[in-house]
C-alpha cells in the first residue's frame, strides 16, 4: 500500500503534462486538419503560422510591453488576417493542383519563413517571459502542478469546446460540416464556399497562432519551428482521420499522453517506440481511427 | 524515341566526359553523382508512382551506414560494400513499404517523416556501433577492384561513382520504359481504374518501392566510402526535403529530371549558402513558389519547352 | 458442375441506414445477354460495384463458375474474368488511347509485371492494340490524349479498356450514355459483335436498345429485385409497366 501513491502519482503526473502537451497540439493541428477536410490541401506549411503566433507574441511583449495573454490574442488576430490574406492570394490557387503542387508550394512557404525568421529574429530560440501568476505552482487537488500547463489545459479545454460548439451549433459549423461532406452540394445549396474556405483557412492559423504563442513555453519558439513539430502535427492528423476535428482533439490528447510516458520510461528508445507505434496504428486504420464523419 | 535514345547517350556521355571537362573538381562529380543517384531513385516513386514522400533520406542513411559499418568490421572492399548497402536500404524499404503504402497523401507523408525519425534515432541512439552524433568514423576503403585505390585527386571516386550512376541509369531506363513502368505511370495517373483493370496495384507499388530503396542505398553507400564517413544527418528530414527539391527542380518523372536538379542544386547551393545560410533558406523557398506558381515540371519541362519551340521554328 | 458464370446469391448491401441493394439474386448463364432495369438510385451501380468487387457486401455471397468470390479482391475478379466499364468515364486522361488500351491489354497477357522492355511482349500487344483500335473505329484517335477527345469518344475508349480485358463476365454500366446520337451506333454495335461465350450484363435506360439487346431483363427498384423475365414478358408485367415503362416513355 505504501507503494502504491508514489506510483498513483507519477501516473497523474505524466497524464497531466502529457494532456497539456496534446492541448498544444490540437491548437497546432486542429486548423490544418480542416484545411484538409475542407479544401483537401496538405498544407505541410501549417506550422508556419504556430510559429509566426510565437514570434508576434514574444514581440509583442518585449517591444510593445503587452502582458502575455494580450500578446497572444493580437497574436491570434493578427496571423489569422495574414492566413486569410494568404489564401486568398496563394493558397487557393492551388485547391485543384496536384499534391505534389501543394506540397512544394508548402515547403517553398516553410524555408521562406525560416529566412524571414533569422533575418528578424536570429537562429536562436526566443525566450519568452511568463507572468508570475503563471509562473507559480498550484495544488489542484490531485497534486501540485505548474500553474502554467494547467492554463494551457484550461485553454484547450475552453478552444476545443467552442470549436465544437462552432462546428455543431453554428450555421457557419453547419456549412463548414456540408462542404467537408460534398462539396459540390453545398455549393448547389447556396453556399458561399468559396468565402467559407477564407475564414475557415483563417480560423484555423489563428488556433495554430494562439497554440504557439501560449505554448511557447513548451515549444519554444526558433526558425526552425515549422519543421521541428510538422511530423507531430502530422501525426494528429493523420491518426484522427482527414478533416475529423473532434478526432484531432483526442488524437492530440492520446498522443500527447502516450509519448510523455513512453519516453518517461524509455527515455532512450521512447521516440522510436512512440513513431513504430503510430505506424503500427495506422498499419491497421489507413484511414485515421475516425475517418471523416460529422466533422 | 530517336530523341530519347540520343539523350540517354548524351547523359552516359557527359558522365564519361566530366574528368576531362572539369579535371580538378572531381571531388564535387563525385558528389553530384550520388545526389543525381539519390533523386533518381526518389523520381521513381515520385515522378511515375506519384508517391510523395519526404522519407528518402532513410534510404540513403541506412544504405550508407550499412556500407560504412560493414567496411570497418567486415570488409573494406567497395563492390562487396555497396551491394551490402543496396540490400540493406532494400530491406528497410521492403519492411517500411508494408506500412507505408496502405497510405497516401498526408499520412503518406507522415509516416515516410516517421521512418526517417526512427532511422535516425536508432543511429543516434546506437553510438556504438554507428558513432551516434559524432558520425560513424574509421572507414578506409580498399582499392577498387584490388587495384585502383582512392587518391586525394578524387579520380577513383569519381570513376566509381559515376560508374555506378551510369549503371543505374540504364536500369532506371529499362524500368521506366518497361512494361512495369508503364503500370506505375497508370497508377499514378488512375489508380482506382488499375485495380478494375487487374493490376495487383499493391505489390506493384511495394516492388517499386523496395528498387527505389535499394538505389537510394547504393547512393548512400558511395557517400561513405568515398568520403570515408557517415554523418548524421545523411539521415534527417532537412536531406529528405532536399532529395526531393533537386528532382523537382529537375523535374519529376521525366526521366532526366535528376541529372538536371542535383547538379543545380549544388551550384545554387554552393553559392548562394556562402555568406549566410539564411539566405539560402530564402531562395530555395523562393524558387520552389517560382516552380509551383510559374514552371510546373521543373528545368526539363523547361528545356523541352524550348527545344519544342526551335523545332517549330524551324519547320 | 461448375454452375453459371456469375451467380449473385441475396446479396444486400447497407449505407448507415440506407438499404441499396435487398436480397439481390441474380443469375447469368455463359452466353447470357441480361439487361438491369430500374429508376435512377435503384443501385444499379452498386450492383454493379458489389460484382465486380468494388464494394463489399453486407450479406450475401458472389460466385462465379461455381467459385465463392465474395472475399476477393476487385483486381483478382478481374483476373477471374470479370469486367466492367463505368457509368462515368474513369480513364487514365492524360495518356494517349494507345496508352490506355496498352495498359490493359499487358496486364490481360499477364506482361505487365515485366521490370525491363520486352520486345516480343511488345509486338503482341500492340498487335492486340491495333486490333481493338479497328474494331472500335478508334485508329485516328489513337495517338491522342484522353482528354483531349469529345466526350462520346472517351465512352468509347471506356468500352474498349474492359474489352481489352478479354473478360468472360463484362458488366456495361450505361455505355452509351453522354454520347451524341450520331455515336451510339459504333457503341451497340460492338455490344452487338461481342464474342457469343461472354456472359453480358447491360445498365441501359434506353428500353427500345435493352428489348433489342437483351433475351433476359432484371428490374430493380430500391435495391430490391422487382421482376425478371424475357422482354416480352417484362414489357407486359404490370408493376413494370408502372412504375417504369410510363416513366420511361414520358422522358
Not at chain 1, 526558433?222 to 502530422?234: A, D, F, I, Q, T
Not at chain 2, 550520388?34 to 508517391?51: E, P
Not at chain 2, 567486415?74 to 503504402?101: I, M, Y
Not at chain 2, 530555395?284 to 513558389?289: D, H, R
Request: hydrophobic share 55%.
Amino acid at each position: 500500500m505504501e507503494g502504491a501513491a508514489p506510483v498513483a502519482d507519477l501516473l497523474i503526473t505524466l497524464a497531466f503534462y502529457g494532456i497539456a502537451y496534446g492541448a498544444v497540439l490540437y491548437l497546432l493541428s486542429v486548423g490544418l486538419s480542416v484545411t484538409l477536410g475542407l479544401m483537401r490541401f496538405v498544407n505541410l506549411a501549417h506550422g508556419v503560422f504556430a510559429m509566426a503566433g510565437g514570434y508576434v507574441t514574444v514581440a509583442a511583449m518585449s517591444r510593445a510591453g503587452f502582458p502575455f495573454v494580450p500578446a497572444v490574442l493580437a497574436a491570434a488576430v493578427l496571423v489569422g488576417a495574414f492566413g486569410m490574406l494568404l489564401e486568398r492570394a496563394l493558397y487557393r490557387r492551388l485547391y485543384a493542383a496536384p499534391i505534389l503542387e501543394q506540397v512544394l508550394f508548402s515547403i517553398g512557404l516553410i524555408f521562406v519563413s525560416m529566412a524571414i525568421a533569422r533575418y528578424a529574429f536570429g537562429p536562436l530560440a526566443q525566450p519568452i517571459e511568463l507572468p508570475a501568476w503563471l509562473s507559480a505552482r498550484v495544488n489542484i487537488g490531485i497534486g501540485v502542478f505548474p500553474a502554467y500547463r494547467i492554463f494551457l489545459i484550461g485553454v484547450g479545454a475552453l478552444v476545443s469546446l467552442a470549436v465544437w460548439a462552432g462546428v455543431e451549433r453554428t450555421r457557419f459549423g453547419a456549412s463548414i460540416r456540408a462542404a467537408v461532406d460534398n462539396r459540390r452540394m453545398a455549393e448547389s445549396v447556396g453556399i458561399n464556399v468559396s468565402r467559407l474556405f477564407t475564414w475557415s483557412f483563417g480560423l484555423g492559423c489563428a488556433l495554430a497562432a494562439l497554440g504557439g504563442g501560449l505554448g511557447a513555453g513548451l515549444l519554444p519558439i526558433h526558425p526552425g519551428y515549422p519543421n521541428e513539430y510538422l511530423v507531430y502535427v502530422l501525426i494528429v492528423v493523420a491518426v484522427a482521420g482527414l478533416g475529423n476535428i473532434r478526432g484531432a482533439l483526442y488524437a492530440a490528447l492520446a498522443f500527447g499522453v502516450a509519448d510523455t510516458t513512453i519516453r518517461y520510461f524509455l527515455p532512450d528508445l521512447g521516440r522510436v517506440v512512440v513513431l513504430l507505434l503510430v505506424m503500427a496504428v495506422l498499419f491497421r486504420h489507413p484511414h485515421g481511427l475516425a475517418p471523416k464523419t460529422d466533422a | 524515341m530517336r530523341t530519347t535514345r540520343a539523350l540517354d547517350g548524351l547523359v552516359l556521355a557527359g558522365l564519361a566526359a566530366f574528368p576531362m571537362l572539369a579535371p580538378g573538381s572531381l571531388d564535387l562529380g563525385a558528389r553530384m553523382a550520388i545526389l543525381v543517384l539519390c533523386a533518381m531513385s526518389l523520381d521513381l516513386l515520385v515522378g511515375y508512382c506519384g508517391l510523395i514522400t519526404l522519407g528518402h533520406a532513410a534510404f540513403f542513411g541506412a544504405g550508407a551506414y550499412a556500407a560504412g559499418i560493414f567496411a570497418v568490421r567486415a570488409s573494406a572492399d567497395p563492390v562487396a560494400g555497396l551491394v551490402v548497402g543496396g540490400a540493406a536500404a532494400a530491406l528497410l524499404g521492403l519492411l517500411s513499404g508494408v506500412v507505408l503504402l496502405r497510405s497516401r497523401r498526408l499520412t503518406l507523408i507522415m509516416l515516410s517523416l516517421a521512418t526517417v525519425l526512427i532511422v535516425q534515432e536508432a543511429a543516434n541512439r546506437w553510438g556504438g556501433v554507428t558513432g551516434g552524433a559524432d558520425g560513424l568514423q574509421g572507414i578506409a576503403m580498399s582499392p577498387l577492384l584490388g587495384r585502383f585505390a582512392f587518391d586525394l585527386s578524387g579520380r577513383v571516386a569519381y570513376v566509381y561513382a559515376a560508374t555506378t550512376l551510369a549503371f543505374a541509369f540504364l536500369m532506371f531506363r529499362s524500368l521506366v520504359d518497361s512494361r512495369f513502368g508503364q503500370s506505375l505511370v497508370g497508377i499514378r495517373e488512375n489508380e482506382a481504374r488499375m485495380h478494375a483493370l487487374g493490376t495487383p496495384v499493391g505489390a506493384r507499388l511495394r516492388t517499386a518501392f523496395v528498387i527505389s530503396a535499394a538505389l537510394a542505398g547504393v547512393a548512400g553507400a558511395l557517400q561513405a566510402q568515398v568520403t570515408e564517413f557517415v554523418a548524421l544527418n545523411a539521415v534527417s528530414v532537412e536531406f529528405s526535403g532536399e532529395i526531393l527539391i533537386m528532382l523537382i527542380l529537375g523535374g519529376a518523372g521525366r526521366r532526366y529530371g535528376a541529372f538536371l536538379g542535383a547538379p543545380v542544386y549544388v551550384f545554387m547551393q554552393d553559392y548562394l549558402a556562402r555568406e549566410d545560410p539564411a539566405n539560402w533558406y530564402l531562395w530555395i523557398g523562393l524558387m520552389l513558389l517560382a516552380i509551383v506558381f510559374l514552371a510546373p515540371g521543373g528545368l526539363t519541362a523547361g528545356v523541352a519547352a524550348i527545344a519544342r519551340r526551335i523545332r517549330g521554328r524551324r519547320s | 458442375m461448375t454452375g453459371a458464370a456469375l451467380e449473385v446469391r441475396g446479396v444486400s448491401k447497407r449505407f448507415g441506414s440506407l438499404d441499396v441493394a435487398r436480397n439481390v439474386q441474380l443469375s447469368l448463364e455463359e452466353g447470357a445477354r441480361c439487361a438491369l432495369i430500374g429508376p435512377n438510385g435503384a443501385g444499379k451501380t452498386t450492383l454493379v460495384n458489389l460484382i465486380s468487387g468494388r464494394l463489399a457486401p453486407t450479406a450475401g455471397e458472389i460466385w462465379m463458375s461455381g467459385r465463392n468470390v465474395t472475399a476477393m479482391p476487385e483486381a483478382a475478379r478481374v483476373k477471374a474474368g470479370i469486367g466492367r466499364t463505368f457509368q462515368i468515364t474513369n480513364l487514365f486522361r492524360r495518356l494517349t488511347v494507345e496508352e490506355n488500351l496498352a495498359l490493359a491489354v499487358a496486364e490481360q497477357l499477364g506482361a505487365a509485371g515485366r521490370l525491363w522492355p520486352d520486345r516480343r511482349a511488345r509486338a503482341s500487344i500492340d498487335g492486340r492494340v491495333a486490333g481493338m483500335l479497328a474494331m472500335l473505329r478508334l485508329t485516328d484517335h489513337a495517338g491522342r490524349r484522353v482528354e483531349l477527345l469529345p466526350y462520346g469518344v472517351q465512352r468509347i475508349v471506356e468500352l474498349a479498356l474492359a474489352l481489352a480485358l478479354a473478360p468472360k463476365i463484362l458488366l456495361l454500366d450505361e455505355p452509351a450514355a453522354g454520347v451524341p446520337r450520331a455515336d451510339v451506333g459504333i457503341i451497340f454495335e460492338a455490344i452487338e459483335q461481342l464474342p457469343t461465350s461472354m456472359a453480358v450484363l447491360l445498365i441501359e435506360h434506353d428500353i427500345d436498345v435493352v428489348f433489342r439487346f437483351a433475351t433476359r431483363v432484371v428490374v430493380l427498384v430500391a435495391g430490391e429485385v422487382l421482376a425478371e423475365g424475357s422482354p416480352r414478358e417484362i414489357s407486359e408485367h404490370p408493376q413494370v409497366r408502372a412504375l417504369y415503362l410510363g416513366d420511361a416513355r414520358h422522358e
